[in-house]
């Protein structure tokens, strides 16, 4: 599993690389996007709506309003651990809000939950 913020968006380079949508001199992994697969919600976690993602905004990308996805729970496939499995059950935004006033941060948080146990055979 990799879980952080990133700063990149679903769609750059090394997003692509992580979820097998691209190869690098001729490897790749395959890591699935909790977000894609059960997010709830826009998955936007660097939004000027926070004022503290506000200011980052606005200074290094010349916008204030701009709302990207940077933060991932990749989970890996079923190839790197065959003996187990991690079924991605529901992926959320969290700490999207103040609380009493306060930002936890300027990003927002991203919740998973994750059913994972061994890889039952079938038949």
Same mark, same amino acid.
């Given at each position: 599993? &990799?879980?952080? #913020?990133?700063?990149? /968006?679903?769609?750059?380079?090394? &997003?692509?690389?992580?979820t097998? %949508?691209?190869?690098? /001199?001729? %490897?790749?992994?395959? @890591?699935?996007?909790?977000?894609? &697969? ?21 200074r &290094?990308?010349?916008? %204030?309003? @701009?709302?990207?996805?940077f #933060? @991932? ?22 700490? #999207? %809000?103040?609380?009493?006033g ?5 990003h @927002?948080?991203v919740?998973v939950?994750? #059913? ?5 055979k079938?038949?």
């Amino acid at each position: 599993m &990799i879980a952080g #913020d990133l700063n990149a /968006e679903p769609d750059a380079a090394s &997003i692509r690389f992580l979820t097998g %949508r691209q190869s690098l /001199e001729g %490897r790749s992994v395959c @890591y699935y996007d909790a977000w894609e &697969i059960a997010g709830i919600g826009t998955g936007k976690t660097w939004t000027g709506v926070n004022p503290n993602a506000m200011a980052g905004a606005e200074r &290094i990308i010349g916008q %204030r309003n @701009y709302h990207r996805r940077f #933060d @991932y729970v990749l989970v890996g496939s079923w190839d790197a651990h065959p003996k187990g499995r991690a079924e991605i059950q529901s992926a959320e935004c969290v700490l #999207d %809000r103040p609380v009493d006033g306060i930002w936890p941060s300027d990003h @927002y948080g991203v919740m998973v939950d994750i #059913d994972v146990g061994p890889n039952a055979k079938a038949g």
